[in-house]
């Protein structure tokens, strides 16, 4: 069994963005720029915001942040994407989801300009993604690519079975492992929360990817001997040895699977970092695609 390490694999790629970075603003270009949109005070939605800020600190690219509260109206919050949308010196930005109810997620994702949608979750990069175009992949379905990849994992005819179906994870995963493309060519199953005989279809998988969004769902008896296990679950829950009081676990039970695979991802320190990375690497295309 070997761990995939997204925290060391994403340490790599930051070197490299730092490096690409260094290199386009010694040639005079314009520092790549990402901002963020955060409504409301969801503890961990700020923490996802303020790793996504020190990432990019640290490979040299310029972030800014907006906050609101969580009484903003809708309207309100159009207006901020589309003064981004209008902003010249910003490449990219991201609204951090959730958004509290009384703001339609469809409607904010459709006002992001497609040419500044890093998070690729606008209909029109959804739609290139699906028909293979160049386009902003998705931050979490990428960085798994990524480890897959990097990892040298053999894709080619295996079956994959994703377990998810969410616009962010579940859907564009299903659709990145089925391309006909390098680290990919996979034979997909997409399983959800209505599937009958899930563990039948699990056993079958050679790759299988969790995000279901139920803390430690994936049992020993549902993973085949060898299988790969990317986890893409995240969930903090109390702990007794943490001196925080709480810890972070995944949509995979760990300790009982982790002995059955030939690869699985850790929580923390798996898929997450990977997210970060991917969404960086998105702001770097986005400033050099508008050169
Ligand atoms: C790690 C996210 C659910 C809903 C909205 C590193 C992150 C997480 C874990 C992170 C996530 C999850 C993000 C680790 C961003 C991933 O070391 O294991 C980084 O910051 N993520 C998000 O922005 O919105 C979410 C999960």
């Known amino acids: 069994m070997e761990i995939i390490d997204g925290k060391k694999i994403s340490a790599q790629v930051k070197q490299e963005i730092a490096d690409e970075v260094a290199r386009m603003t010694a040639e005079g270009k314009k ?7 955060l409504v409301g005070n969801d503890p961990a939605s ?3 915001v303020a790793s996504k800020v020190k990432a990019c600190q640290a490979v040299g690219i310029k972030s800014s942040e907006f906050r609101y509260g969580s009484d903003i109206s809708e309207e309100q919050l159009l207006e901020v994407i589309d003064r981004l949308n209008d902003d010249a010196d910003v490449d990219g930005f991201i609204v951090q989801l959730p958004l509290p109810k009384h703001i339609s997620e469809e409607k904010v994702l459709n006002r992001i300009s497609p040419d500044k949608d890093v998070d690729g979750f606008h209909p029109c990069n959804v739609g290139r993604m699906v028909l293979g175009l160049p386009t902003f992949l998705p931050a979490t379905p990428a960085g798994i690519v990524e ?8 894709t080619e ?6 377990v998810g179906r969410s616009n962010i994870v579940g859907t564009p995963m299903a659709v990145l492992m089925s391309r006909k493309a390098k680290h990919a060519n ?5 399983c959800h929360s209505r599937t009958k005989n899930l563990k039948e279809i699990t056993l079958q998988a050679d790759i299988l990817i969790v995000a279901i969004g139920v803390p430690n769902f994936i049992k020993e008896d549902m993973v085949r001997e060898g299988a790969v296990v990317i986890d893409v679950g995240i969930h903090r829950v109390p702990s007794e040895t943490a001196k925080s009081g709480w810890k972070l676990i995944g949509d995979v039970d760990y300790d009982h699977v982790a ?26 295309l986005a400033c050099q695609k508008r050169g």
């Not at 520092?31 to 949109?37: K, S």
């Open 186 to 190: 996979c034979t997909v199953t997409m």
């Open 147 to 154: 480890l897959i990849a990097r990892y040298g994992i053999e």
């Open 157 to 162: 005819g295996k079956h994959c079975v994703v």
């Open 31 to 37: 520092v790549p720029h990402l901002a963020a949109v």
């Open 46 to 48: 700020e923490t996802y």
């Open 259 to 284: 002995p059955k695979c030939s690869y699985i991802t850790p929580v923390p320190g798996g898929v997450g970092p990977m997210t970060i990375v991917s969404l960086l690497k998105n702001t770097l």
